[in-house]
């Protein structure tokens, strides 16, 4: 998730909101409305256009969609290709422009609901009520009022990747609990294979994927979307304990990390000097095509059961402006991206077997691995984002500082955690102003 402070947003509602004043285009029909408020009045008439930052398969996704929708009759819908890079740093101009886009695609939970707030999307609660999304895609689709906001289309999960003959071989079962895993860790080790295998040195990041399993397994995610938001501390008692945990593990972390490429690392654990990999299901990638079914995951083991059960789920997704001037064509059309139809269209273009539609009633054929990552997500309680989407790309400095310190051991944790609660700080004042 990309940050901007809230100074910078509201200055640019403001700006927007003036030249609209001046060139008289507050009258006339909807025009939109803030989160929380209903839209009124009759569709102006014209294309819908809907910005995208997406790129290759999603894209083709995409217009098939669009395809589609369009031959219902319904309405034209259009769309508009920027890079990604440019849609990412642009996005809060886009919003803010005298006559935006009507939808947006982006990214669900807190980088959608910064705008939100800001009263930068429209509420659409109201045909939230004929979807059928879990509460936890629900959850993730609202603004800091409870109203609905945004619609997701599709999500991947995580894992603790494996090869199955390396397991097969020295007679293992995949772990469910924290003692389950330490045995794991010590027979890899006893077989002379490094259990945990992580690259850094280009993809500093991926240790925080470590630390958003360990607090949510010891804190619960709701803590940790708690710790993420700013409402706790980095150098508190409940972090600090994540981090004894995580001693118990260091030991089976491969001690060249640091210096290794994420290419190299994964490299190294494809070839079976490391045992396990943390990793999205893009992992999969990596992985030599002829050899994807000797390769599994499992999920993130249990430390304490009675914390909520919550799971990492990267979810993308759609929002409507709150100034577009077709409100009912907008909804229109975003309840059709909600719908099974529209992601089996978009599933089958995309022919990725790494993304899952997040329509539970979807009809598309998955591997045997997809099938298992769809199963973890539906089960979970909360589905997070992963550390820069909850906290804000502007905090994700100062985790791989703390976390690539903390796997070197070149300081005390607390010295680490007191610092990383203070660049964490530093990151959320300059934010606000």
Known sequence: ???????????????????????????????????????????????????????????????????????????????????????????????????????????????????????????????????????????????????????????YWWGVYYDTRVFDELGLQEPTTWEEFLAVCEAMESAGITPIGLGLSDTAWMASAWFDYLNMRVNGPEFHLDLLAGEESFDSPEVQQ?????????????????????????TDWIQGRTGMYLAGAWIEFNLPQDELEYFDFFKFPEIDPGVSDGEEAPTDGFFASARTDQPQLAKEFLSYLASAEAQEIMFEAVGSATLLPTNPDANVTLSPVAEKGRALLENADVLTQFFNRDAGDDIQPSADQALTKYLAGVEETSVILEQWQVEAQQARDARAQ
Do not use: H
């Open 1 to 155: 998730m990309t940050t901007w402070s809230k100074r910078g947003l509201s200055a640019l509602a403001l700006a927007a909101g003036a030249t609209l004043v001046l060139t008289g285009c507050l009258g006339g029909a909807s025009g939109g409305g803030a989160s929380g408020e209903e839209t009124t009045g009759t569709d102006a008439e014209g294309p819908l256009t809907i910005q995208s930052r997406l790129t290759a398969g999603e894209a083709e996704g995409l217009q098939a969609v669009v395809d589609a929708f369009n031959e219902k009759g319904l309405g034209e819908v259009e769309i508009n290709e920027v890079p990604a890079n440019t849609y990412r740093e642009q996005l809060p101009t886009y919003l803010t422009a005298a006559n935006p886009a009507d939808i947006f695609t982006w990214l669900a939970g807190e980088a959608t609901r910064t705008f939100a707030d800001e009263g930068l999307v429209l509420d659409i609660s109201d045909i939230w009520e004929d979807f059928t999304f879990s509460d936890a895609f629900r959850e993730l689709s609202q603004d800091s009022d409870g109203n609905e906001v945004f619609v997701p289309t599709s999500n």
């Open 242 to 266: 994540v981090f004894e945990y995580w001693d118990e593990i260091l030991p089976y972390f491969d001690t060249n990390a640091g210096g290794l490429p994420f290419q190299q690392a994964t």
